[in-house]
């Protein structure tokens, strides 16, 4: 794509940098991605990538490669904690494709890390500086410079037409240019590791995703066949007793607690936080992902939505004189859709860890659903398409 003669600044290269870099690039715009870290960081743990997000990322030319590194999950089975049988199976696989156009998929999130950092290195108009030490950003009349301190300890200064913040849930961008909000504390912990498969066999399915709904807690399980292991997700309150190095879970039902047993090492906690902020750019400085708007993962939405956010800005920048305008147009088109996924994943976050005898409601309503019900009530969700075109 032959130069457009804009150039952007991002603040980091998560998945939401990422896509944000590649989306613009592809237009032609010259990117500067300025990363805290010394190299491309995903924590070891799995990546639920539905239709909405595939989209996107299928537009940027990863198709094929997440197809080489993801599952295609055939369907996601809720079990009551002490139940043998779902409550439900709803069916994913075949019938995503058809109805939403794209698959849900299911990857380790480091291999979409490294996807998409490969895919940036092959745009000449990106440039990832990694181990940035800090930066700082004003914005003016003609754009935005930013003073960056490179990891060497030697100094540059850069201007561009816009400056964009994915630098995550405490954000730099939000709380220091933007004199934005504190994320707000959850008081949940999500406790992840990865299991070999084998030692899970006869536990869960091998090409399903497993969910137990249990009193105060919910696990997610599911396969990474690529890499010969299970993904365990288990959300908690941040009160509960340790066991050695994990989380207890006695008296959660003898599934639950096989797969506890087999997954005895390699828990690390993740405490729970959320971004409200109600502003989102300020003149030529925006927000997108979680630095704009982090949220409980109940809904499996959080990277989704950094990278339908990504896909939203891209063209109203290159489209649209001025990068303020942009990235009020941006937020205005963003926000109903990103409170209402975020409303629902608090939402589930409260359904999925029902005690007794609110649970017995819940399960029976979710037994008479059927395996297609969850489509009609998250078509919303999966079917939303943001385009691809520049702004006019
Ligand atoms: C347990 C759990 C499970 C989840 N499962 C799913 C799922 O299945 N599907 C889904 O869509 N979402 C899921 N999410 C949500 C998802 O992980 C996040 O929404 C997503 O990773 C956010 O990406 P991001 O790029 O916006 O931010 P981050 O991943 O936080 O990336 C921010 C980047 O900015 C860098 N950085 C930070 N500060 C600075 C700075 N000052 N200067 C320069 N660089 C900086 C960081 O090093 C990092 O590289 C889950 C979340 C959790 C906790």
New binding site residues.
């Given amino acids: 794509m032959a130069a457009s003669g804009r150039s952007f600044i991002i603040?980091?290269?998560?998945?939401?940098?990422m896509t944000m870099a590649l989306a613009l690039a592809k237009f032609g715009a010259t990117v500067v991605v300025?990363?805290?870290?010394a190299t491309v960081?995903e924590f070891g743990?799995?990546?639920?990538?539905s239709p909405n997000?595939r989209r996107v990322l299928d537009r940027l030319g990863l198709g094929e490669a997440i197809e080489r590194a993801s599952l295609e999950p055939q369907a996601l089975d809720v079990y009551p904690q002490h139940g043998q049988h779902p409550l439900v199976s709803m069916e994913l696989g075949a019938i995503m494709r058809e109805r939403f156009g794209a698959p849900y998929a299911v990857m380790h999130r480091a291999d979409l890390a490294d996807l998409l950092y490969k895919a940036c290195r092959r745009f000449a108009n990106i440039d990832i500086v990694f181990g940035?030490r800090n930066?700082d950003v004003v914005s003016h009349a003609r754009g935005v410079t930013a003073a960056i301190d490179e990891a060497s300890g030697q100094s540059r200064t850069t201007r561009a037409q816009g400056f964009i913040g994915?630098?995550?849930?405490h954000?730099?961008t939000r709380l220091g240019v933007l004199d934005g909000p504190a994320a707000q504390y959850r008081k949940r912990i999500?406790w992840?590791t990865l299991v070999p498969t084998a030692a899970l066999t006869g536990q869960i399915a091998a090409d399903r995703v497993s969910v137990f709904f249990g009193t105060g807690f919910h696990l997610v399980c599911y396969p990474l066949p690529h890499r010969n292991q299970v993904n365990l997700?288990l959300f908690m309150p941040d009160d509960i007793r340790m066991e050695g190095e994990q989380p207890s879970l006695k008296n959660s039902g003898a599934r639950v607690e096989a797969i506890m047993t087999a997954a005895s090492r390699g828990w690390t906690a993740?405490p729970?936080y959320t971004v409200e902020a109600s502003v989102w750019h300020q003149d030529n400085i925006g927000l997108?992902?979680?630095?704009a708007h982090?949220m409980v993962?109940f809904q499996?939405?959080?990277?989704?939505?950094?990278i339908e956010d990504a896909a939203t800005l891209a063209p109203l920048l290159m489209g649209t004189e001025s990068a303020e305008t942009a990235f009020y147009r941006y937020a205005k088109m963003r926000q109903p859709r990103v409170r209402r996924i975020a409303a629902l994943s608090a939402e589930n976050g409260r359904i999925f860890h029902m005690g007794w005898p609110l649970s017995v409601a819940r399960n029976t309503v979710m037994r008479l659903q059927g395996p297609r019900a969850h489509l009609d009530r998250l078509a919303w969700v999966y079917s939303h398409d943001v385009g691809d075109s520049p702004a006019t």
């Fill in positions: 603040a980091g290269a998560g998945i939401s940098g300025l990363e805290r870290s960081q743990a799995g990546l639920q990538i997000a940035v930066w994915a630098d995550g849930v954000s730099q999500a992840r997700a993740w729970m997108i992902g979680d630095a982090a993962p499996a939405q959080g990277a989704a939505m950094g």
